[in-house]
Structure formats: structure tokens, C-alpha cells
Nanobody, 123 residues
């Protein structure tokens, strides 16, 4: 059974950085587009970033452009989210997701979710 396991979350002060990792138990990251989403308490889950199957194309929400980067290592079945200049409004549970198909657009749905990792940005 496919599993997506996120790691790297934690508590960080405003302006700090974290790097999230998402590892797949099967060879799926090398095939599908992958994404990161987040959900704060009482709010809807929102898109953060995505990357196509090869890593040649990336996409970001306006709220994180210039601060976050997404990358993948298909040989390790792993995708990363580097988060810099973190703000309190970035506090959320961050979810790794396998997208439907090889490429990403806002209309592409999620096929499979990870369990999430908590990111808290607070002074």
C-alpha cells in the first residue's frame, strides 16, 4: 500500500527556516507530479507548491513566492519543501500529496495524501 510520510516540521521563530521532506513507500514520486498543501485550524486546506514529474516545472501560491522552494529527488522517492523567511501566518499542518498525472495545473486533483506535519511559527 502506498504511504507518503512527511518529516521536518516543528517550532520556529518568525524569519526562520524549515525544510520539509516527503518520502514515498513506492515508486510514485518519479512518475507523478507532487504537491504541498497546508491547513490551519478552522481554515480550509490550501495549495502551497507543486512540482512536475521530472522537476523541470514548479508552481507556488502567491503567499509563498520568493520564500519557499520545492524540489524532488526521484532516485530517493522524495520531495522537499524549503521554507525561508517564515511568518506566523505560515503556521499550519503541511501535507504532501501525489497529484493525478505527470504535470500540475490548478485543475489537477490530488490522488493521495500524506498524514501531515505540524509547522508552528511563533515568537
Amino acid at each position: 500500500q502506498l504511504q507518503l510520510v512527511e518529516s521536518g516540521g516543528g517550532l520556529v521563530q518568525p524569519g526562520g527556516s524549515l525544510r520539509l521532506s516527503c518520502s514515498a513507500s513506492r515508486r510514485t514520486i518519479s512518475i507523478n507530479a507532487m504537491g504541498w498543501f497546508r491547513q490551519a485550524p478552522g481554515k480550509e486546506r490550501e495549495f502551497v507548491a507543486a512540482i512536475n514529474w521530472s522537476g523541470s516545472s514548479t508552481y507556488f501560491a502567491d503567499s509563498v513566492k520568493g520564500r519557499f522552494t520545492i524540489s524532488r529527488d526521484n532516485a530517493k522517492n522524495t520531495v522537499y519543501l524549503q521554507m525561508n523567511s517564515l511568518k506566523p501566518e505560515d503556521t499550519a499542518v503541511y501535507y504532501c500529496a501525489k497529484m493525478r498525472g505527470n504535470n500540475y495545473s490548478p485543475a489537477v486533483p490530488v490522488d493521495f495524501w500524506g498524514q501531515g506535519t505540524q509547522v508552528t511559527v511563533s515568537a
